[in-house]
């Protein structure tokens, strides 16, 4: 093989990403026709494949702990460290 002074083999290496760069915009393409709901795209497969989501705006409802409960938890995990300290 020739040896390629510094001029030509930056040349080639910028014609082998922009082929690079070329194939791999393709390959996206095909993947966005594929699966368009992925990409946000909006229509009816998009519909159809989420599930019916409960109304907007809405947010789940979360069960509190009492006082009650937070001091049980609290004695349980100070006697758990303890116990490890002591075993460390």
Known sequence: MADLDR???????RLGAEAR???LRSEEAAI???FPHVFGARGPRRAAAEP??????RRRKRS???????????KRMKKYWAA?????
Do not use: I, T
């Not at 001029?7 to 290496?13: D, F, N, P, Y």
């Not at 019916?52 to 705006?57: D, F, K, L």
């Open 7 to 13: 001029e030509e083999l930056q040349r080639l290496a």
């Open 21 to 23: 760069l070329k194939e």
């Open 32 to 34: 966005r026709r594929a």
């Open 52 to 57: 019916a989501a409960a109304a907007p705006g």
């Open 64 to 74: 509190r702990m009492s006082a009650a409960a937070r001091k049980a938890v609290s």
């Open 84 to 88: 490890r300290r002591r075993n460390a």
